[in-house]
Nanobody, 122 residues
Framework: QVQLVESGGGLVQAGGSLRLSCAVD????VAWFRQAPGKEREFVAI????????DYADSVKGRFTISKDSAKNTVYLQMDSLKTEDTAVYYC???????????????????WGQGAQVAVSS
């Protein structure tokens, strides 16, 4: 059983920064999703198994950066210029298959972390 463990969530003022970490096998394709109260889980960012390909949701492009440290088996989500609308529970997700097909859809991921709460105050 593969376990993903997120850390780094918290409360921050608008304009501030947070960095989330996800302990996960570095050979997987890894994505971050988020879910705000009363809303569906939505794609945030993805990084390929080799780390050379990334993509972001339009809502976070230019503000968030996904990266990985393969030696530490950790994927990071650096979140800058945070907005109140970024408030959500953030989940990391891993996919064994090395493909980007359907990567914005939560259903195609094999493993999920427990979630990390991010709250941005105005």
């Amino acid at each position: 059983q593969v376990q993903l463990v997120e850390s780094g969530g918290g409360l921050v003022q608008a304009g501030g920064s947070l960095r989330l970490s996800c302990a996960v096998d570095s050979t997987y394709t890894v994505a971050w999703f988020r879910q705000a109260p009363g809303k569906e889980r939505e794609f945030v960012a993805i990084i390929s198994w080799g780390g050379g390909i990334t993509d972001y949701a339009d809502s976070v492009k230019g503000r968030f950066t996904i990266s990985k440290d393969s030696a530490k088996n950790t994927v990071y989500l650096q979140m800058d210029s945070l907005k109140t609308e970024d408030t959500a529970v953030y989940y990391c997700a891993a996919r064994i298959q090395r493909t980007f097909a359907g990567y914005t859809r939560a259903a195609i991921y094999d493993y999920w972390g427990q979630g990390a709460q991010v709250a941005v105050s105005s």
